[in-house]
C-alpha cells in the first residue's frame, strides 16, 4: 500500500517567487493536512482539506493557501516568498479525523 | 502562545536505560495526545497514542502517562536502544474525531533523544 507522496522533495528558490508544492493522499483518505516545520517553531498547522473544501486553518499569512482535487490530491502555494519561509513542509492525510493519519516525508524549501 | 511544551530539547541516556520525555499542556479541550518519532529528512511517524479517558497506555518498549489534573504525559521507552536516537514530539487535539474533519494536530518542539551504546 503506497504512503504519502510528496514532491518534488527538495527545492531552492529566490525571494520574490511563488512555489507550489504536491501531496498525493494514501487511496481512500479524503483528510489531506499541511504542517510547516521550523528548528525554532517544531511542527505548525498550516491548514486541512477535507472532500475538496478547507475545514481548519492555522494561523499563517494569506500568502500560504491550499487545494484539494476530486481525486484527494493537494497542493499548497506560497506566495512571494520570504528567506522564513523556508521549512520542511510536511503533509499528513488520514480517513477522517486521526485515524490512519500518517505523514509524507515532506519537500525541504529553501528560499535564497 | 504555546498550547502543547517540550521543555527538555534534548535528552541523553544510555543504551538500556529507561527514557523519559515529557510534554505539558494549557487547552483543556484537548482530549486526544500522540507521540511521534521522527528522523532527519523523514516525516514523522506514530508512536503510540492516548485518550482522555485513560491514564496510562502501553506498546511493547513504549507507555504513555497521562495525568489530566496536571496537564502533563510523558513517553517511557524501557529499555531505550541506540534505535531510538530520533526527534520525539508530543501532539495533541480535542478529539480522535473520526467521523469528522478535525484533522489537525497541535505539535510541541520536539525533544531530541540520543541513545548511547
Known amino acids: 500500500k503506497a504512503g504519502v507522496t510528496q514532491t518534488p522533495r527538495y527545492l531552492i528558490k529566490t525571494r520574490g517567487q511563488q512555489v507550489t508544492l504536491s501531496c498525493s493522499p494514501i487511496?481512500?483518505?479524503?483528510?489531506v493536512s499541511w504542517y510547516q516545520q521550523t528548528p525554532g517553531q517544531g511542527l505548525q498547522f498550516l491548514f486541512e482539506y477535507f472532500s475538496e473544501t478547507q475545514r481548519n486553518k492555522g494561523n499563517f499569512p494569506g500568502r500560504f493557501s491550499g487545494r484539494q482535487f476530486s481525486n484527494s490530491r493537494s497542493e499548497m502555494n506560497v506566495s512571494t516568498l520570504e528567506l522564513g519561509d523556508s521549512a520542511l513542509y510536511l503533509c499528513a492525510s488520514s480517513l477522517a479525523g486521526l485515524y490512519g493519519y500518517t505523514f509524507g516525508s515532506g519537500t525541504r524549501l529553501t528560499v535564497v | 502562545d504555546q498550547q502543547v511544551k517540550q521543555n527538555s530539547p534534548s535528552l541523553s541516556v544510555q543504551e538500556g536505560r529507561i527514557s523519559i520525555l515529557n510534554c505539558d499542556y494549557t487547552n483543556s479541550m484537548f482530549d486526544y495526545f500522540l507521540w511521534y518519532k521522527k528522523y532527519p529528512a523523514e516525516g514523522p511517524t506514530f508512536l503510540i497514542s492516548i485518550s482522555s479517558i485513560k491514564d496510562k497506555n502501553e506498546d511493547g518498549r513504549f507507555t504513555v502517562f497521562l495525568n489530566k489534573s496536571a496537564k502533563h504525559l510523558s513517553l517511557h521507552i524501557v529499555p531505550s536502544q541506540p534505535g531510538d536516537s530520533a526527534v520525539y514530539f508530543c501532539a495533541a487535539s480535542p478529539s480522535m474525531n473520526y467521523g469528522g474533519s478535525q484533522g489537525n494536530l497541535i505539535f510541541g518542539k520536539g525533544t531530541k533523544l540520543s541513545v548511547k551504546p
Open positions: 487511496s481512500g483518505h479524503r483528510s
